[in-house]
């Protein structure tokens, strides 16, 4: 893994997380569909295969943590500073900004208002994208200890066989009703537990000394892609089947699915494996190390936040359908997300 490849994830993650919210009123099981047209079914893919992208981001959230150390030694007091004043303001203004435009918030009184969004800033649901945000900080949280864990083959055999073992024992007990003594303890899929995996091979790969990249040279960049494009198949396939099955979209299409784990690390692996394309031992091919990658890697933060706002402001536009609908949503929320962190690196600068 090198920093331009983490940027172009980065960007890619970014949008295709834009385009499964802006998909989200047409894939299949949403209000009620049971049918499946060319633009419900785009949609679902878009929506469902698209599920590999936060776990990517919480894996670059670690490689980044991990890499950075190869700059300037780890200090427990500036880390904390510093990624106390990344990810606590943003969350707390965008939980702001949503709530008191509730009618609920805005019909209580003050005491209530306060135990409103002390409730929401603790569990992450002042938006619907704000989860996110408090799972990266309880990562943040425990990353002092989990950089000591060292990275053996050993270590990531025992990792995976735990992660997918807690991911299909949530899923069979949420899809079968089996183990509801056991499964009772289990937490949801926004819970740290489920997303400290992808954290911890973030901050492997920065310290795997290339282990990740001569495992990916042993087969060749088309053959990870066919892999990736198989477990996507798996991944669509299960959602469709278990939608069908428990008659609901939302309840069975979350994160915490083997399915996802499986898509995930495909789609890492294959992407590692773009670095050897024309046989380049650092960097990415030159068709891939394009310069407009660069602002949209280091703007994906703000275009993040912000595109949720941007999707409300839009809403009208969904009339011309899903399959024009997600690219033109995208575009417009990548093309205001860059223009306001343009606008705050000024900002920055002349303070």
Not at 65 to 78: C, G, H, T, V, Y
Not at 332 to 349: D, E, P, T
Request: proline residues 4%.
């Amino acid at each position: 893994m090198t920093w331009e490849l983490s940027d172009l994830l980065r960007a890619i993650a970014t949008t295709i997380v834009i385009g499964i919210h802006a998909s989200h009123h047409w894939w299949f099981g949403v209000h009620d569909t049971t049918s499946i047209s060319f633009e419900i079914f785009i949609d679902t893919i878009i929506n469902q295969v698209g599920r590999f992208t936060v776990p990517i981001f919480v894996i670059l959230s670690g490689f980044a943590l991990a890499k950075s150390e190869e700059k300037r030694p780890f200090d427990l007091q500036i880390f904390f500073q510093r990624r106390l004043w990344r990810i606590v303001p943003p969350y707390v203004l965008f939980t702001l900004l949503n709530i008191i435009g509730q009618s609920q918030f805005q019909r209580a009184d003050w005491l209530e208002r306060g135990k409103q969004t002390i409730q929401l800033l603790s569990t992450g649901m002042g938006d619907y994208h704000l989860y996110f945000l408090g799972i990266i900080f309880q990562c943040y949280i425990l990353y002092p200890i989990l950089r000591i864990i060292v990275f053996t083959k050993w270590n990531l055999s025992i990792l995976m066989f735990i992660t997918f073992a807690l991911f299909s024992l949530r899923w069979v007990s949420a899809t079968f009703d089996l183990l509801v003594n056991i499964t009772t303890f289990l937490p949801n899929g926004n819970h740290v537990i489920y997303w400290l995996s992808y954290f911890q091979i973030g901050i492997w790969l920065a310290k795997d000394r290339g282990w990740a990249s001569l495992l990916v040279a042993k087969w060749r960049s088309q053959s990870w892609g066919y892999l990736f494009a198989i477990a996507a198949i798996i991944e669509l396939s299960e959602f469709y089947w278990t939608a069908i099955l428990k008659n609901s979209a939302e309840a069975v299409g979350h994160y915490a699915r083997p399915t996802v784990v499986l898509l995930t690390l495909t789609f890492l692996l294959w992407s590692m494996s773009w670095q050897k394309i024309v046989r380049q031992p650092e960097g990415l091919p030159h068709y891939l190390r394009f310069p407009q990658t660069i602002p949209f890697a280091k703007a994906s933060f703000t275009t993040y936040l912000v595109h949720v706002w941007v999707l409300r402001a839009i809403a009208p536009l969904e009339i011309v359908g899903g399959i024009l609908y997600v690219p033109l949503a995208t575009s417009i929320s990548w093309l205001i997300g860059i223009m306001i962190w343009q606008l705050l690196q000024r900002f920055a600068v002349s303070l």
